[in-house]
Nanobody, 128 residues
Framework: QVQLVESGGGLVQPGGSLRLSCAASGFSLKRYTIAWFRQAPGKEREGVSCITQSDGYTVYADSVKGRFTISRDNDKNSVYLQMNNLKPEDPAVYYC?????????????????????WGQGTQVTVSS
């Protein structure tokens, strides 16, 4: 059974950092493009970042460019999202997701409709 589990969320002050992890079980994550999404209360789910399985191509939403970094460690079957300089507009539940194995990150960012497997999410709160 395909399973994704996020961890690393928490409370941080503005300007602080967090590192989110997405661990996969039941499948080899290196075969899949993986994306991070976030959803704040009352808002639609937003694609944050995407990393391809083949060449490590990455895409970021404009709102996080220069602050967030996505990476993957295939030996650990995990993908990470390093979030620096967190801002008051970043709080949300963050999800990692996997699409069909043939999916390649779009330059326009990940679309949630293309992703089939989702983790349960991890809460990120930014507050002083």
């Amino acid at each position: 059974q395909v399973q994704l589990v996020e961890s690393g969320g928490g409370l941080v002050q503005p300007g602080g950092s967090l590192r989110l992890s997405c661990a996969a079980s039941g499948f080899s994550l290196k075969r899949y493009t993986i994306a991070w999404f976030r959803q704040a209360p009352g808002k639609e789910r937003e694609g944050v970042s995407c990393i391809t399985q083949s060449d490590g191509y990455t895409v970021y939403a404009d709102s996080v460019k220069g602050r967030f970094t996505i990476s993957r460690d295939n030996d650990k079957n995990s993908v990470y999202l390093q979030m620096n300089n967190l801002k008051p507009e970043d709080p949300a539940v963050y999800y990692c997701a996997a699409p069909d194995p043939m999916y390649y990150c779009s330059e326009y960012g990940p679309d949630a409709r293309d992703f089939d497997s989702w983790g349960q999410g991890t809460q990120v709160t930014v507050s002083s």
